[in-house]
């Protein structure tokens, strides 16, 4: 079975440049997730979509950040424009189920610098 | 709020050594626990999980128990191998309707032969 995929794995922008990630979940799961990791803190939830809805976008800078679920499959979160404390990396992951004590598996992640 | 701490790293052992990595959380109503692991240059993978209190979790030789009247969910291993250097993320959800993630700051495992 394929594992969540994302891409580009590294982005190198200058700040106010826009940048956007993809990600592809595993087949059959509904929710799907982006989180940012920056260097030396745990992830942190951005946003979570059900299907192609959103369940949780409550820590998602939407003066900067957006991000689509076309279909229910594939995500772009977006930056525009970028900052440097967006310096971090972008996780995707994804679910079969949106409820509490589901197993979640994650991508690579994206790893951006802003300059 | 909801929040993880986990003890600062890194952790430096030597082979065949005893582990212990401690977790405690502060949640509203009845989180599910878990430990994720990050290998370098790899994603988070799923470690073991505890959906309720007293239950252990356990995967490759690493155990955790979910001790509600403590609030914690300690990692442990009883010979570690160079090949558990790792970073070791505690985690929990705590809603029904949404399973978000909230993580603890990681603690890194150096094992040394």
């Known amino acids: 079975e394929a594992g969540v995929a994302q891409s580009p794995r590294y982005k190198i922008i200058e700040k106010r440049q826009s940048v956007a990630f993809w990600c592809n979940p595993i087949?059959?799961?509904?929710?799907l997730y982006w989180y940012q990791q920056i260097l030396g803190q745990g992830p942190k939830l951005l946003i979570q979509?059900?299907?192609?809805?959103?369940?949780?976008d409550s820590q998602l800078p939407k003066d900067r950040f957006s991000a689509e679920r076309l279909k229910g499959v594939d995500s772009t979160l977006k930056i525009q424009p970028a900052k440097l404390e967006d310096s971090a990396v972008y996780l995707c992951?994804?679910?079969?189920?949106?409820?509490?004590?589901?197993?979640?598996?994650f991508g690579p992640g994206t790893r951006l610098l802003v300059l | 709020g909801n929040s993880v701490t986990q003890m600062e790293g890194p952790v430096t052992l030597s082979e065949e050594a005893f582990l212990t990595i401690n977790c405690t959380y502060t949640?509203?109503?009845?989180?599910?626990l878990f430990w994720y692991v990050q290998y370098p240059g790899e994603g988070l993978q799923l470690l073991l999980k505890?959906?309720?209190?007293?239950d252990k979790g356990s995967n490759k030789g690493f155990e955790a128990t979910y001790r509600k009247e403590t609030t914690s969910f300690h990692l442990e291993k009883g010979s570690v191998q160079v090949s558990d250097s790792a970073v070791y993320f505690c985690?929990?959800?705590?809603?029904?309707?949404?399973?978000?993630?909230?993580f603890g700051t990681g603690t890194r495992l150096q094992v040394f032969p």
């Open positions: 992951a994804s679910s079969q189920s949106g409820i509490q004590g589901a197993t979640q598996y």
């Open positions: 087949s059959g799961h509904a929710t």
């Open positions: 979509f059900q299907n192609n809805g959103v369940v949780d």
């Open positions: 949640a509203t109503g009845y989180p599910s």
């Open positions: 505890a959906t309720k209190a007293d």
């Open positions: 985690a929990l959800t705590v809603s029904y309707n949404t399973d978000k993630l909230i």
